[in-house]
Nanobody
């Protein structure tokens, strides 16, 4: 059974940095594209960033490009999101997601929620001004 567990959320000030982690179990991690999504109160869940199976390709939402960095460590079955220059608009529950794939995705696939079969429970990030 696949489990994804996020950690690292909390209360931050605008301008702070924070790293989120996603620990995966029950899967061959290196066979999965991974992503971070987030959902603010009253809003749809939105794409944040994604990384392919070997970590060689990354995709970012425009709203976080240049501030957030996604990475993974296949030896540790883990994925990370380094968040810098946090803004109040970054306040949301952050979810990690996994998608089993055997081929290289075109870029636009990564931001599609429906392509990810497995989701974590989320970790709350709150950024105050």
């Amino acid at each position: 059974q696949v489990h994804l567990v996020e950690s690292g959320g909390g209360f931050m000030q605008a301008g702070d940095s924070q790293r989120l982690s996603c620990a995966a179990s029950g899967l061959t991690f290196s066979n999965y594209n991974m992503a971070w999504f987030r959902q603010a109160p009253g809003k749809e869940r939105e794409f944040v960033a994604a990384i392919n199976r070997d970590g060689g390709s990354t995709v970012y939402a425009d709203s976080v490009k240049g501030r957030f960095t996604i990475s993974r460590d296949n030896a540790k079955n883990s994925m990370y999101l380094q968040m810098n220059s946090l803004k109040p608009d970054d306040t949301a529950v952050y979810y990690c997601a996994a998608a089993l794939t055997s081929y290289r995705w075109p870029t636009y696939y990564y931001s599609s929620r429906g392509r990810y079969a497995y989701w974590g429970q989320g970790t709350q990030v709150t950024v105050s001004s």
